[in-house]
Structures are given as C-alpha cells and as structure tokens.
C-alpha cells in the first residue's frame, strides 16, 4: 500500500523568494535491532506558527522502522522549554536544553544572555531534561565581534552540564581547537558528546584520548565526506553515536529533502558498510552507547505545564 505523503514547510526557498514545500522521503526497511536518535529538532517542523507537521507522526513513524527513542534538542529559551515539556509527557522523548552559539550574540547584544542561561539552568533540573545541548562554538555563520559571547556562553553551559551531572551535547563548527581548548582548560563533563562531527582522524584521535563520544549524522553518507569516514574508523566504538539533526543533513540518498528520526536506518547502514561490520551489532552497541550517555528513555513521564507551542 502505497503510504501518504508527508509535507513541511521547508526554510529555504525558491527562485521568487517564496517558501516551498518538500516531501518527505518513505519509510526505509525497519532494522532489527533498535537504535536512538540522539539529536533531533522536531520542534522546526511542530512547533512554528504553521503547525506543518506533529510530532507524534515523526515520532510514531520512527517507532515503526526500529528507533527506540529521540533525543529533542533545543536552540534557545522557547525551544528548549518545548523539549523539556514534550519530554515530560512523551516516553519517547528525552530533552537537551541550551542556548545556540548562533543565539548568544544576538543575546548578549540585547542584554539578556545571562537572563536566557539562568532559564536554561533552571529547565536543566526536569527530570527527563538529561543534556545540556547544543552549545559550542560556531566560527561559520559568527565573525570575531561575536566570538565573546559564544566563549562565554559554552563555559556557562558546560558549568551547567557539570553541576546538574547531565551530558553535554556540543556544537563545533569551524571551531575544532577553540572547543577542544576550551573542554581541557575547563573540564569537560563526564559525558561530552560532539554532535554531528565534522572532523577528521586526527580531531577523533583527540576526542577518543579524553573518552569524548562522536555522533554521526546524515553527513556521513555524503561522497564527499572521506574525513567522516576516516573518523569513524578510528574512534573506538564504544564512543560512537548516530542522529539525524532532523530536518537537516538527510542521509543519501534522499539528500536535500527533509530529514526524519525515522530514516536513521539510512545512515546506521552506511556507517556498518563504512566499518565492515553487521547492521544489527552496530546497532546494538550504539543502542547500549547512547543509555550510557543519556540513561533510560523509560522512566515514567511526569505532569509539566502546557508546551508554549501547544500539542501541535
């Protein structure tokens, strides 16, 4: 039977400017052994003013092709309560709270980074809040007017992440030796993970020597993205993680469209082809890696005030 299509409101747009919808690509073959999303934001497609598509839909197709559970990552104050409450009263759901290196800038300019960070610590003590993310620093998309804001901002984050005992989910791009400066001069939490690498051999080496996990998403499976491989061959793989960073990155080979927890088994696939190894082995360390990391997806869930962007 052929399965309905699946649309969101895509941000970017067409040649007149105007915002366009994308389908969703179809389910892949279920994997057999269960696997978490470690990195999602289901919130860009549920929670804006359009409501474009649920959550639970992401969630209930993820749950029927063998992946287990997601965790919900937000960017700021707004999205990160949306986590944490959808984490609340969703099983499936464990939240990650932090305000976006992008974000910080913008914040320390208007005067109210420190009021936005003590948000965040405050939501960083719900129960199934269980990571500080995504925090880092991001050298890409902020000149070096803004770098001040973004140091400050991860060093307050990692403090968070230390005193609350939670993981803490890293944003690093063209940044690699100011976030691994900044991890070694502060102290890294005991559970530190860079979300979607983008490094190479030698950054993994570095990661692998303080136990720090790689996460992996759709980019893996990029022709262009050698160094990821490279990478995944030599980070032991006891730190090895897999996302999606949905609605971003999707796996080939339905780059360009947008991304799903549901199409992990894409990029899960891949990275077993990549190490010679069996899907269902990986699957199952990476299962077992992830609850090291974030613990159990099945503690009850617990009554919290209403989403700020509703149910959906």
């Known amino acids: 039977m052929t399965e309905p299509a699946l649309h969101v409101r895509s941000r970017d747009a067409s040649a007149d400017g105007q915002p366009r919808d994308l389908e969703y690509p179809p389910l892949p073959e279920?994997?057999?052994?269960?696997?978490?999303?470690?990195?999602?934001h289901l919130e860009i497609a549920d929670g804006g003013p359009d409501g474009a598509l649920d959550y639970r839909e992401?969630?209930?197709?993820?749950?029927?092709?063998?992946?287990?559970?997601?965790?919900?990552?937000?960017?700021?104050?707004?999205?990160?309560?949306?986590?944490?409450?959808?984490?609340?009263?969703?099983?499936?759901?464990?939240?990650?709270?932090?305000?976006h290196p992008n974000e910080a800038p913008r914040l320390?300019?208007?005067?109210?980074?420190?009021?936005?960070?003590?948000?965040?610590?405050?939501?960083?003590?719900?129960?199934?809040?269980?990571?500080?993310?995504?925090?880092g620093l991001d050298f890409f998309r902020t000149g070096d007017e803004g770098r001040a804001a973004q140091q400050r901002s991860f060093e307050a984050h990692i403090a968070i992440a230390k005193e609350r005992n939670l993981a803490l989910q890293i944003h690093d791009r063209d940044a690699h030796a100011e976030v691994v400066e900044t991890l070694l001069r502060v102290g890294a939490p005991e559970r530190t993970v860079f979300h979607c690498f983008s490094g190479d051999a030698e950054?993994?080496?570095?990661?692998?020597?303080?136990?720090?996990?790689?996460?992996?998403?759709?980019?893996?499976?990029?022709?262009?993205?050698?160094?990821?491989?490279?990478?995944?061959?030599?980070?032991?793989?006891?730190l090895v993680l897999v996302e999606t960073d949905a609605p971003f990155l999707t796996p080939v080979p339905?780059?360009?469209?947008?991304?799903?927890?549901?199409?992990?088994?894409?990029?899960?696939?891949?990275?077993?082809?990549?190490?010679?190894?069996?899907?269902?082995?990986?699957?199952?360390?990476?299962?077992?890696?992830?609850?090291e990391v974030y613990g159990k997806w099945d503690s009850e869930p617990v009554d919290q005030p209403p989403s700020p962007f509703g149910e959906g």
């Open 203 to 238: 950054l993994a080496r570095i990661c692998a020597d303080n136990g720090w996990y790689l996460s992996f998403a759709g980019t893996v499976t990029f022709k262009n993205a050698q160094n990821l491989r490279d990478a995944l061959e030599v980070i032991p793989r006891r």
């Open 108 to 135: 320390e300019a208007g005067g109210t980074l420190d009021d936005a960070i003590a948000e965040i610590a405050e939501l960083a003590g719900r129960p199934r809040v269980r990571a500080i993310g995504e925090t």
């Open 30 to 40: 279920a994997l057999v052994v269960g696997v978490y999303d470690n990195h999602t």
């Open 254 to 291: 339905f780059r360009g469209r947008p991304n799903s927890p549901y199409l992990i088994p894409h990029t899960l696939r891949a990275m077993a082809a990549s190490l010679g190894t069996d899907v269902s082995m990986l699957a199952a360390l990476i299962s077992s890696n992830t609850e």
């Open 58 to 99: 992401h969630l209930d197709r993820a749950s029927s092709v063998g992946i287990r559970g997601v965790v919900q990552v937000g960017n700021d104050v707004q999205t990160s309560r949306w986590s944490a409450d959808i984490a609340a009263r969703e099983p499936r759901v464990l939240a990650a709270v932090a305000i």
